[in-house]
């Protein structure tokens, strides 16, 4: 095989730029990137770093312009790009929308695959002078495949296992069955195990794969594994997961325990914790998404602003900033959030619907941008109609010069007087991860994507926990996120659903917009109803009071998207193609 010129040259400028802490000066004497082929790779240890450099580039950070959440209840992608169809009946075998595109990506995480075998293959080989990175780069390596498989895994159950790089001659080899969801599960493991024992607590150049990491991805599959999807009998109950259907409680806890001891093997190191910057419980998790290397975060993926910023600001930010409104949140679930005292908000509360932004959730004003929310400056050429920077996203009257009231909209919907093809559906824009310093309009930002943070350990933990019905072990570890966030601690007296509901509140607010709501709700079998019927926003009017301030009114409306998740959806379908190209493979329930 030859390597192209453009895949060789990316995955150079990945070795020099974005995961190197210093340029190779040996890479200005190399040959020419179009004589390159797979021998030479394999003959120069800087070739082989770049090349599992480029595997790291596989990994989908959550900071693309369409996030998962607009596939669960979280948000809605303004801009469709296939989510329309993920959200409805119309998701298919032979029409994945989103998912084929954006998230699942079976075929991008299935070649990321085979390059990892082949790197097993021939890293024996490899002349390295120090033998210390060779094992670093294998148990990389190791980390890094049982990443796309629990990917492929969590969208799919049980897919096929490919342990070795087939060749084009091994045509009838490469037609394999879909594994056990057990055997994923365990392949899945025993990378991570690998990973684990090999690569350091710290590694030399950030955004590289340690042993904390490791141990992180292990926590999830786990959990994942435990979780009722898998374990209520006859979901799904196909040949495919042969194997791992739960039918006895026993089996469960057995399940829980694993999962249960994978997350306290992180939590006993000592190593991290919850993330308390300030005395302020809104800007202390604003930070943990801001400040590099905080002590929550466990792995993440870095960015350089001269290099390879983030565009996060940019695709999700107010239209009346001139970004690109992008994955707006719901009304579904900014109306979760609880009251300051831990109550639950509620429309059909007078004092609540009067004035629905009060005394919230701390998490809530670091995550959600809602009309009347002070922001940053607007740029020069609005600065004028607004020069406070405060979110606009409701229409409001206002007496014209003559005196006469007139209706207004505001500087951030979809009628604005600055752009209007990028306002929100909803009435809310996104304000987590957001970087108040950035004018995102003309310049891309640095923060780092979390792929894994301390507070989901804890979380994964307590979930063990309230699964093998130790309630006085999981309340302690909640309180320590709900505590930080400013919320009233969970009172000894929950047990049982209640526990159980108050520990899945944490878990969705905690971790929103990080890649976790779609696959929860699957897990849970919630899906069908929180992910059912219309993605909701809130229609805003302010009308003139006698003294010419405004009194604002809410109503719920449907966004303009209806939703349905069926039974099926708990599981992707296979693509028709893939069905059609092995006939070995076979078919999520209820898709035929």
Known sequence: MKITLQHLTYMLLAAMIILSPACNKDIL????????????????PPLVNAYVNNLYLQMRHGFNEVMLSSVSDESRFIHNYGTQTSVTDALSPDDLGAFSSQFGEWEKYYRAIRNCNIFFEMIGQVPFTDEAQRQRLIGEVHYLRAYFYQILVKYWGGVPLVKKPFKLSDRDEMLIARGSFEECVNFIVEDCDKAAAILPPKHEQPGRATKYAAMSLKSRILLFAASPLFAKPGIPATESYRGYVNSTPAHQAERYQKALDAAKAIIDLNVFAIYKPTSNATDNYSRVFLDKDNSEIIFARYFNRQFQGTSHDLYNGPNGYHNWGGNVPLENFVSGYQMADGSEFSWANNTH??????????????????????????PS?????????????????????????????????RSSTIENWNG???????????????????????????????SEILLNAAEAYIGLQQYDNARPLINQIRTRAGMPAIPNTVTGDALTEAYRYERRYELSFEEHRYFDARRWLIAENVFSGPANGIEILGKLNP??????????????????????????????????????????????
């Open 547 to 592: 003294d010419n301030t405004l009194k604002w009114t809410y109503k719920v409306v449907n966004s303009g998207q209806d939703r349905v998740f069926s039974e099926k959806h708990y599981l992707l379908p296979i693509m028709a193609a893939e069905i059609r190209r092995n006939d070995k493979m076979k078919q999520n329930p209820k898709y035929n």
């Open 29 to 44: 004497n190399k040959k020419p990137l179009n004589d390159y082929s797979d021998e030479d790779v394999w003959k120069d």
């Open 381 to 413: 050429d609005a600065i004028a109609l607004d020069p406070i920077g405060e979110i606009q996203t409701g229409r409001f009257e206002k007496k014209n010069d003559q005196g006469t009231i007139i209706i207004q909209s505001g500087l951030d919907t």
């Open 353 to 378: 619907a009067a004035n629905p932004y009060a005394n919230r959730d701390p998490r809530f004003y670091a995550t959600i941008l809602y009309n009347g929310a002070k922001w940053k400056k607007r």
């Open 424 to 454: 929100t559906y909803t009435g809310y824009y996104i304000r987590k991860f957001m970087d108040l310093t950035l004018d995102a309009q003309f310049f891309r930002g640095d923060q780092a994507w979390p792929w894994f943070r301390y």
